[in-house]
């Protein structure tokens, strides 16, 4: 018991930096929206609300791209392998900036997108210029994000997050300086919004840059630049681990993406309803999200170091963990009633959505009964990608969601008549099924197993 304790307390502690890092994140899109609020336009509004939705879809494909360093990263570091974890990063490095131009090039050309959307043309010269303000930091962003993965993947943690502490702050800044108009510059509104957006990604790199550089954070770890970074082996392994991640991940942000399409279907009350109790099932994602990443490293730093038993008492840890947390989420979400999503709103009677939070609060159970699920899946991914393993999260996501769970919610929403309730029921019949299977996909194949090699 002593062996589960310690591994409890270490994956903890690589956890809890991380879950505050990614709530860090958060924090700077809810203080976007605040102050894009102030501005009083509902054409700002709905202009940087869709152009959000197409730069998170295209960028977390290219992020999960960069992310097929993290088994390289981790095992190397587990196998005190200094020139692997380096050039693990500059590998990294390459992808993001091949991966960067062909985000700039879809941002750039965001307009036909969304008229074949069907967005309001009004809409769409807004989000048109939240968007191209910001296409200087696509190669900022995916360069930053290689660096976390490198830090991470060897248990560098709390750098990262002192950075996004201070970004936060930043971000206020750019904000008031670019949407306003201060400081000298001319008040842009929502490409403000964009340019301060862009900015702080951009510091975002620089202090990860300037930490690591200062810190020595590199140190064992770091072999200088050579050809060997660009050979096409090196990068092809780097994009045979990444593609099935991005692919996963995409095809989970669409899923939700499908569904809050389904809940506009509904009128507006059932849309504000279900992107608040979404809000709340992203809060709670951010718990197991964060044990996710840490088994990631733990997992992968023992497979690296040759010692298979811990890293399948890693991997089992990490899953209680993850499904301990999110049972204990699914408590107080069922205690609520409205009293959480009510936090979002104000005065809705006010507002014209006297029906918003009772039908936000009539989902909140749903939202409930699939969080032990929700936080099983994301550590199983973890776990999976430690191994090298991520085409099975990817075929897994691509049936529970789009063959199975979507359409069985399309069904109950518009044929059985369920509305809302029958989008969220689809939902935690996909994470059900998702769990249920990386769960067996690990007892099976997982670190340690019998099949594992």
């Known amino acids: 018991m002593a062996t589960l304790r310690e591994e409890a307390g270490s994956l903890g502690r690589l956890a809890v930096p991380i879950v505050l890092t990614h709530l860090g994140s958060m924090a700077m899109n809810t203080v976007d929206l605040l102050m894009i609020g102030r501005l009083n336009d509902a054409r700002a509004m709905a202009g940087v609300a869709v152009a959000g939705t197409l730069i998170h879809g295209t960028v977390m494909f290219a992020i999960g791209l960069v992310m097929g360093i993290d088994p390289l990263v981790t095992q190397a570091h587990g196998a005190r392998d200094a020139r692997g974890q380096a050039l693990a990063l500059q590998r990294g490095v390459v992808v993001a900036l091949l991966a960067s131009a062909l985000v700039t090039l879809v941002w750039a050309y965001n307009a036909p997108f969304l008229r074949l959307m069907g967005q309001e043309e009004a809409t769409i010269v807004v989000a048109s210029a939240y968007t191209r303000a910001q296409l200087f930091s696509a190669a900022p962003l995916l360069l930053y994000i290689a660096l976390r993965q490198y830090l991470q993947g060897r248990g560098v943690v709390t750098p990262i997050l002192v950075v996004v502490i201070v970004a936060n702050l930043a971000n206020i800044l750019f904000n008031w300086i670019f949407i306003f108009g201060h400081l000298g510059f001319a008040a842009r509104g929502a490409a403000g919004a964009g340019l301060a957006t862009g900015a702080m990604r951009v510091f975002m790199l620089v202090g990860l840059l300037s ?243």
Request: proline letters at 4%; charged letters at 10%; aromatic letters at 10%.
């Open 211 to 453: 930490v690591t550089a200062l810190g020595r954070l590199h140190d064992g770890a770091w072999v200088p630049w050579s050809r060997a970074a660009l050979s096409r082996r090196g990068l092809a392994r780097v994009l045979a681990y990444g593609l099935p991640t991005a692919v996963q991940v995409s095809l989970e942000i669409w899923a939700f993406g499908a569904a809050m399409l389904m809940a506009g279907r509904l009128g507006a009350t059932a849309a504000a309803a279900h992107i608040t109790v979404l809000k709340l099932a992203s809060i709670t994602f951010m718990m197991p999200l964060g044990i996710s990443v840490a088994a990631c490293t733990r997992v992968g730093n023992f497979i690296g170091a040759g010692d298979r038993v811990a890293a399948r008492r890693a991997s089992w840890v990490a899953l209680a963990m993850g499904a301990g947390v999110m049972a204990l989420n699914a408590i107080v979400l069922w205690a609520s009633g409205a009293t959480l999503p009510g936090l979002f709103f104000g005065d809705a009677g006010a507002q014209g959505l006297e029906g918003v939070l009772p039908l936000a609060a009539s989902i909140v159970p749903i939202c409930a009964t699939f969080q032990i699920f929700d936080g099983t899946q994301a550590v199983a991914c973890g776990i999976l990608r430690a191994q090298g393993r991520t085409l099975p999260a990817a075929l897994i996501n691509l049936v529970g969601y789009w063959v199975l769970a979507l359409p069985v919610g399309w069904w109950m929403t518009f044929h059985l008549g369920l509305g809302l309730r029958g989008i969220w029921w689809g939902l935690a019949l996909a994470l059900a099924l998702i769990a249920l299977a990386l769960l067996a996909w690990v007892g099976r194949y997982g670190p340690g197993s019998a099949r594992s090699t």
